[in-house]
Every structure is written in structure tokens, then in C-alpha cells.
């Protein structure tokens, strides 16, 4: 399973940017799938998340409103629209997505490499 990010970069505050998450190696359109984000010296926290099938979503309160994930099952591909971005927003973008593999169907998690994203005031 590979996860490749992109759309990271360098934005002032109140602008937008979009990330995308290509997936290979696995059933993209049933697996759950979402955002995390990690600043220097920060434990690596939810961002919003994505279910497979029904594609219901959930965000973190700081990012409710501004940020949107979505799926596009036939690209392999997850998103993240992030809008009126703040400079807290700062960090690294991972996106992960989790499998059920083997004879017992246990749960895997797969993670991209990251995105960088800076957001000066």
C-alpha cells in the first residue's frame, strides 16, 4: 500500500490551499481514510476523517467550517480543501488510510511521507 501527498506550500493567512492523498495497492473505495497534521514539537493529531462506503465525515473542532475532505473513488485519490487558513494551521500534512488484512482481518494503518504546510500572518 502507497500514499503519496501533494498541495502542500506556502500561504498567507485567510488563503486556501488543497491537498491530495494518492492511493495505490489496496481497495481505496472501501477503506476509512483521513488527515492528521503534526507542528515542531506537537503530538501528531486528528484532522478529519473519511469513511469508506458511505463517505461520512468528521472534523476537528478547530478546523470545522474552514476545511473539507473528500474522496474521489474512481482517481484513488482523498482531498483536503482547506480554506481562510490561520497560522496555527502550520504543519505537516499526513494522510493515512487502514486496511483489514489476513485470515483474522485485523486492522492496518498505511501513511503518506507528508506535506508541508506554512501559513504566514
Known amino acids: 500500500v502507497q500514499l503519496v501527498e501533494s498541495g502542500g506550500g506556502l500561504v498567507q493567512a485567510g488563503g486556501s490551499l488543497r491537498l491530495s492523498c494518492a492511493v495505490s495497492g489496496t481497495t481505496f473505495v472501501i477503506n476509512p481514510m483521513g488527515w492528521y497534521r503534526q507542528a515542531p514539537g506537537k503530538q501528531r493529531e486528528l484532522v478529519a476523517t473519511i469513511a469508506g462506503g458511505s463517505a461520512s465525515t468528521k472534523y476537528a473542532d478547530s478546523v470545522k467550517g474552514r476545511f473539507a475532505i473528500s474522496r474521489d473513488n474512481a482517481k484513488n485519490t482523498m482531498y483536503l480543501q482547506m480554506n481562510n487558513l490561520k497560522p496555527e494551521d502550520t504543519a505537516m500534512y499526513y494522510c493515512?488510510?487502514?486496511?483489514?488484512?489476513?485470515?483474522?482481518?485485523?486492522?492496518?494503518?498505511?501513511w503518506g511521507q507528508g506535506t508541508q504546510v506554512t501559513v504566514s500572518s
Open positions: 493515512k488510510t487502514s486496511t483489514r488484512e489476513g485470515p483474522f482481518s485485523i486492522w492496518y494503518d498505511y
